[in-house]
């Protein structure tokens, strides 16, 4: 997948179903990709508490649910809303849709 100027194009926005987390990678690195309110969100895909992928988990709204252990985090934000005592936030991705692609890159400070 071509990368410029750290945008990457990680999935086609046909993939995305409306409030089901999908799976994509941002060169070796899992993340998770969420489409809720016509908006496109993207966040590390690996659940800092148990190590599961979150593409695996639940959505509510704005809000995406670890499968392991119920921690929940902000699809906006990546943060923690609950969680085991610890729980991390998720890192989050700029995300941009071109032409009915998905684009990504890392946010400044990853």
């Known amino acids: 997948m071509a990368e410029e100027h750290g945008w990457q194009r990680v999935a086609a926005l046909a993939d995305l179903a409306p409030d089901q987390p999908h799976g994509a990678k941002y060169g070796e ?12 969100f993207a966040l ?5 508490h148990a190590y599961a992928l979150m593409c695996d988990g639940f959505m509510n709204g704005s809000e ?12 906006r934000t990546g943060k923690c809303l609950v969680g085991p ?5 998720l890192a989050t991705y ?3 849709v071109e032409a009915g692609e ?5 946010n ?3």
């Open 29 to 40: 690195r899992e993340i998770v990709l969420a489409s809720h309110a016509g908006q496109v």
């Open 108 to 110: 400044a400070g990853e």
């Open 64 to 75: 995406i649910e670890c499968p392991l252990h119920a921690a929940a985090f902000d699809i």
């Open 85 to 89: 005592v610890g729980t991390a936030d």
């Open 44 to 48: 590390a895909g690996i659940c800092p």
């Open 94 to 96: 700029e995300v941009k």
């Open 102 to 106: 998905i684009w990504v890159r890392r």
